[in-house]
Nanobody, 124 residues
Framework: QVQLVESGGGLVQAGGSLRLSCAASGRAVSSNTMGWFRQAPGNEREFVAAVRMKTGTTYYADSVKGRFTISRENAKNTVYLQMNSLKPEDTALYYC?????????????????WGQGTQVTVSS
């Protein structure tokens, strides 16, 4: 059974930090790409960051560049999203996603597996 399990969300004040984790199991373990997306109420799900698991190449949305860092720990089949200098507009449900292929990391359709999401709330 394919599983992506996110953890690490919570409530933080503006300027604070959180680290999200996503542990993969089942077929998701062999994914070539893992990423993070987020969705705020009334908004579409949007790309945040992604990493190619074999090369370590990373990608970021312009809105989080310089503040968020995605990393991987292949031995644990886990990816992390370190979020610093958080802003109220970062408030959203954050989803982990995994893709078997090498298509554009920005597209939702690239990803084969999705987690249930973890809530991040940033207060002003």
């Amino acid at each position: 059974q394919v599983q992506l399990v996110e953890s690490g969300g919570g409530l933080v004040q503006a300027g604070g930090s959180l680290r999200l984790s996503c542990a993969a199991s089942g077929r998701a373990v062999s994914s070539n790409t893992m990423g993070w997306f987020r969705q705020a109420p009334g908004n579409e799900r949007e790309f945040v960051a992604a990493v190619r698991m074999k090369t370590g190449t990373t990608y970021y949305a312009d809105s989080v560049k310089g503040r968020f860092t995605i990393s991987r720990e292949n031995a644990k089949n886990t990816v992390y999203l370190q979020m610093n200098s958080l802003k109220p507009e970062d408030t959203a449900l954050y989803y982990c996603a995994a893709a078997q292929g090498w298509n554009s990391v920005l597209r939702l359709g690239t990803y084969d597996y999705w987690g249930q999401g973890t809530q991040v709330t940033v207060s002003s």
